[in-house]
């Protein structure tokens, strides 16, 4: 709201009496004031990328499980001619202990806040069972089987395979070979820390071609038929 009264004076005006007067205006910084805020947590980043799901799930009812190795197959099978002797062969067991671990954490809260604040519940209940899966993924890769430590694959493994001056594809090849060549086994997945397996996807041929696909193509993450997990809890 605004006067403007003008006083005339022997024809001359003053500058105030053209201007509008300003009352007290009510202004925001007048106004009582609530902040607005979004009902969604923005979280702190962490790893979500995980093997969790590498393993085979099971369960215990005990604390602990006891199984039997097959540690010694002698295979003395051979042709024979009629009524040689055949070979003989042998089968031994070992007992192998398999003890439980516990992995837990946990937040203090009050009742009240429980009871006040809708979302505390389920929030804290997430973040807890985030918390935890995120350990025993490091613990299924690093875990050295030193108690309260689960046994991990970094010192379960007993074939390894050293880079050496071979390109990263063939060392990784090797890895895959020599499992199924000294170990017998079906590899089931190449677990690498995201850093190196940037390099395998930006490695180009001399002419610049990238190997693993033209950035524009959203690129399969595998090697060799096996699907790749990263994680920053691998060795880098």
Same mark, same amino acid.
């Given at each position: 709201?605004?006067?403007?009264?003008? !006083?005339?004076?022997?024809?001359?005006?003053?500058?105030?009496?053209? $201007? &509008?007067?300003?009352?007290?205006?009510?202004?925001?910084?007048?106004? %009582?004031q609530?902040?607005?805020r979004?009902?969604?947590?923005? $979280? /702190?980043?962490?790893?979500?990328?995980?093997?969790?799901?590498? %393993?085979?799930?099971?369960?215990?009812?005990? &604390?602990?499980?006891?199984?039997l190795?097959?540690t010694?197959? #002698?295979?003395?099978?051979?042709?024979?001619?009629?009524?040689?002797?055949? @070979?003989?062969?042998?089968?031994?067991? !070992?007992?192998? #202990?398999?003890?439980?671990?516990?992995?837990?954490?946990?937040? *203090?809260? +009050?009742?009240?806040?429980?009871?006040d604040?809708?979302?505390?519940?389920?929030?804290?209940? @997430?973040?807890?069972?985030?918390?935890?899966?995120?350990?025993?993924?490091?613990? $299924?890769?690093?875990?050295?089987n030193?108690? &309260?430590?689960?046994?991990?694959?970094y010192?379960?493994?007993?074939?390894?395979?050293?880079?050496? +001056? /071979?390109p990263?594809?063939?060392?990784?090849?090797?890895?895959?070979?020599?499992?199924?060549?000294? @170990?017998?086994?079906?590899?089931?997945?190449?677990?690498?820390? %995201?850093?190196?397996?940037?390099?395998?996807?930006? #490695?180009?041929?001399?002419?610049?071609?990238?190997?693993?696909?033209? %950035?524009?193509? *959203? @690129?399969?993450? #595998?090697?060799?038929? $096996? *699907?790749?997990?990263?994680?920053?809890?691998?060795?880098e």
């Amino acid at each position: 709201a605004f006067t403007s009264a003008a !006083t005339y004076r022997l024809g001359t005006v003053k500058v105030e009496d053209i $201007l &509008p007067q300003f009352k007290t205006l009510f202004q925001n910084s007048a106004a %009582p004031q609530e902040d607005e805020r979004l009902t969604r947590i923005v $979280l /702190d980043e962490q790893e979500e990328r995980s093997i969790l799901n590498l %393993p085979a799930p099971g369960t215990m009812s005990m &604390p602990s499980l006891s199984y039997l190795e097959e540690t010694t197959f #002698t295979n003395n099978a051979a042709e024979r001619s009629e009524g040689a002797v055949l @070979g003989e062969a042998a089968l031994a067991f !070992t007992e192998r #202990t398999a003890t439980a671990r516990a992995i837990g954490s946990f937040i *203090p809260v +009050t009742e009240e806040a429980l009871a006040d604040v809708d979302f505390l519940d389920s929030y804290l209940r @997430g973040r807890l069972g985030f918390m935890v899966r995120q350990r025993l993924a490091s613990q $299924l890769l690093n875990g050295d089987n030193s108690a &309260p430590n689960i046994q991990g694959y970094y010192n379960a493994v007993s074939q390894t395979q050293a880079k050496g +001056t /071979d390109p990263v594809f063939d060392a990784i090849y090797k890895g895959i070979v020599k499992v199924r060549n000294t @170990g017998f086994a079906e590899p089931d997945a190449v677990v690498l820390h %995201p850093n190196d397996f940037q390099d395998i996807r930006l #490695t180009r041929t001399a002419d610049g071609v990238y190997i693993m696909g033209a %950035p524009t193509d *959203p @690129g399969a993450e #595998t090697l060799f038929g $096996l *699907p790749v997990y990263q994680s920053t809890h691998a060795v880098e």
